[in-house]
């Protein structure tokens, strides 16, 4: 059975920070590319960054210097730290392998 299992979103003032992981299973992890997505209420879902199997990583330019993607194949975990964090950045995050999705996770960031 395919997983993904989310995990570190909730409430942070403005400038904190914090750590999202997202662990498979049941999926080819360690050369697919992977990426975190969010969705505010009312908005489309947009790509925030992602990472190829060999570690490159893109990134939205609205988060650019602030997060960062990376991944443990060990582990079958992919993680996207948020530093500096913004009311803006307040949304669902969803991880995304393969076609898969994860179940999502809130963050929200108050002023």
């Known amino acids: 059975q395919v997983q993904l299992v989310e995990s570190g979103g909730g409430l942070v003032q403005a400038g904190g920070s914090l750590r999202l992981s997202c662990a498979a299973s049941g999926i080819l992890f360690s050369i697919a590319p992977v990426g975190w997505y969010r969705q505010a209420p009312g908005k489309q879902r947009e790509l925030v960054a992602s990472i190829s199997g060999g570690g490159d990583s893109n990134y939205a330019d609205s988060v650019k210097g602030r997060f960062t993607i990376s991944r443990d194949n060990a582990k079958n975990t992919v993680y996207l730290q948020m530093n500096s964090l913004k009311v803006e950045d307040t949304a669902v995050y969803y991880c995304?392998?393969?076609?898969?999705w994860g179940q999502g996770t809130q963050v929200t960031v108050s002023s």
């Open positions: 995304y392998v393969s076609q898969y």
